[in-house]
């Protein structure tokens, strides 16, 4: 999977146990004004490529807008489209600078737009970014659904053995890593989506868990590449003794988007 990262905070995985996708199958160069919710549409877009050399970035909605730091277009695409569960390989069409490429971006509404933005739904937030690609990068794409390979997350024997949050602490960054994976308020959607990252198959939620848990998974990163050093625990071995789940091979549906136009952005 391309972009894969070796260690990042993820904020995108936080906003994904909040998103319900917008039903919009087709963006072809639209003006703002037609596909954003209630007529809200980021004012002041600013888009200029990242100094940072690293790979780990940040991305998140503000009360007045949309802040991402050393993000490749291909993320915001991933945000915008609420495709977390979907690896790179499922976004066809996409030019090689926007899966390489990183920016900074800030997006502000008006100020006389502040109010209704804060009142918008996380998915109605999303078709504004969705907006802010098409009027910014000039996407034209397509959005649709086929049958593919993926790993089907379900109870291991004996049940799960994940942890409820009850503590009453706001939900905090999940963190993906070499060999770690770990979130406080989180829910199974924003697992799956960490899970697909590293596997590089899409993950479906069987496990009909449907509340809030505290997550902490530990493995033996050589180990899923059959190396004999460190403790020899795969990532797989792990979900099951640590949080008694297990994957399936199997079919099901993938999201995609097929590009058909994209083009960089004017450094403003």
């Not at 996708?21 to 809200?40: D, F, K, R």
């Not at 109010?115 to 034209?140: C, D, I, W």
């Not at 053995?161 to 009453?168: E, F, H, R």
Request: charged share 20%; hydrophobic share 40%; aromatic share 6%.
């Amino acid at each position: 999977m391309g972009n894969r990262l070796k260690s990042v905070v993820w904020e995108i995985a936080i906003l994904a146990s909040a998103v319900t996708v917008l039903s919009c199958q087709q963006l072809h160069g639209q003006s703002t004004t037609e596909i954003a919710p209630n007529g809200v549409k980021y004012e002041v877009v600013s888009i200029k490529p990242s100094p940072e050399e690293t790979q780990r970035f940040n991305a998140h909605f503000t009360p007045t807008g949309f802040s991402a730091r050393n993000i490749t277009p291909l993320m915001i695409m991933r945000l915008a489209f609420g495709l977390f569960n979907s690896n790179d390989d499922l976004f066809s069409g996409v030019p090689a600078w926007a899966q390489s490429e990183r920016f900074d971006v800030e997006a502000k509404v008006a100020e006389a737009d502040t109010e209704k933005y804060g009142k918008l739904s996380p998915s109605e937030r999303l078709g504004v970014l969705q907006a802010m690609l098409a009027n910014t990068f000039h996407l034209e794409a397509i959005r649709g659904v086929r049958e593919g390979k993926v790993y089907l997350l379900l109870p291991a024997k004996g049940g799960a053995k994940v942890k409820a949050s009850n503590d009453g602490q706001p939900p905090s960054p999940a963190e993906l890593s070499r060999g770690h994976i770990a979130g406080h308020d989180m829910l199974m959607k924003s697992l799956v989506s960490l899970l697909t990252q590293k596997f590089g198959t899409t993950v479906i939620d069987k496990t009909g868990l449907t509340g809030k848990y505290d997550i902490t998974l530990n493995w033996d990163p050589t180990a899923d590449q059959a190396s004999t050093t460190g403790d020899g625990t795969t990532l797989q071995a792990a979900l099951k003794e640590q949080l008694g789940l297990r994957l399936e091979a199997g079919t099901g549906p993938v999201e995609i988007l097929t590009v058909q136009r994209m083009e960089r952005p004017a450094e403003n």
